[in-house]
């Protein structure tokens, strides 16, 4: 690990001001992805700034009737909810499908956001890694790679790295927002649809923040209701990223909502596939999957990714 500077914040603006100041800063939480990522000298920057101490770990009503998840809020705190069990269920279950609960009970809700994208050649320094490093070529695309993991759909030809969230999942299907400050210390809100930015030529580029940018909160509208699910499918009971995962919002009259986790470069939904729920997970599939280019070694996910909403369906 390489040597770097460390300050502590104490709200905010004060922590995005400096990261706007200073170059190759960063915000650090819980460090699940952060300090991993330092350790094998993937993520190098020349500052840290702690933000846990910035009075963002609260959970509230908001005056429309939804709520308000402060970043800091953990995962296990968040997941334990009476209010998110209650009128979110989707989330709880979408949290306790990740990781292990040593790493819930440090990961902060706008770490778990933020994870970088997972790919096995991102991690290997030895290997090219277009997200690592712009415009060396992608190792994930060449001839006998490794993509069993990878991703399906909203892919490019730089990269085929998946979001590893499954939180990010749940919040997609729940029409969350993201709150944030900027280094000037204003306030804006980021749909959750418009946050994550697809790979294109700019791989490196993962979502819609701007430099020194902070996540101040996530916001859930009102609840709607209904049956809330949420299936991952991994290759280990616990401690994996998924294959497929699905997050089901499905209603008495048929109709619902509908994320997928495993196959793209952010939580997949495309609400013009929800209008086929009535009929079934094939025709919702291939609607949400159309435009899919697989690699020969996780095609398999299309058929995957059906059969498991299939099976959430038939269990209502």
Known sequence: MRAFSFERASEPAQAAARAAEVPGAKFIAGGTNLLDLMKLEIETPVHLIDVSATG???ISSTAGGGLRIGAMVTNTDLAA???????????TRALMAGASGQLRNKATTAGNLLQRTRCPYFYDTAMPCNKRVP???????????????LGIIGTSDTCIATHPSDMAVALR?????????????????????EFYRLPGDTPEIETALMPGEIITAVTLPPPIGGRQSYHK?????????????????????????????GVAPEPWRRPQAE????????????????GAT?????????????????????EG
């Open 56 to 58: 963002l770990d609260r």
């Open 233 to 261: 499918v991994r290759d280990r009971a616990s401690y994996a990223f998924a294959l497929v995962s699905v997050a089901l919002i499905e209603r008495e009259d048929g109709t619902g909502r509908v994320a997928l986790g």
């Open 294 to 314: 697989p690699t020969e070694e996780n095609a398999f996910k299309i058929t995957l990714a059906e059969r498991t909403l299939a099976a959430m369906l038939a």
């Open 173 to 193: 299907v729940l029409d969350a927002e993201v709150e944030t400050t900027t280094p000037s210390g204003a306030s804006r809100t980021i749909p959750l649809d």
């Open 81 to 91: 909810d009476a209010t998110v069990r209650r009128d979110y269920g989707v989330l």
């Open 275 to 290: 209008a086929a729920l009535p009929d079934g997970a094939n025709a919702v599939m291939s609607r949400l999957l159309d």
């Open 135 to 149: 415009g060396a070529g992608c190792a994930a695309l060449g001839k006998g790679a490794f993509s069993r993991q």
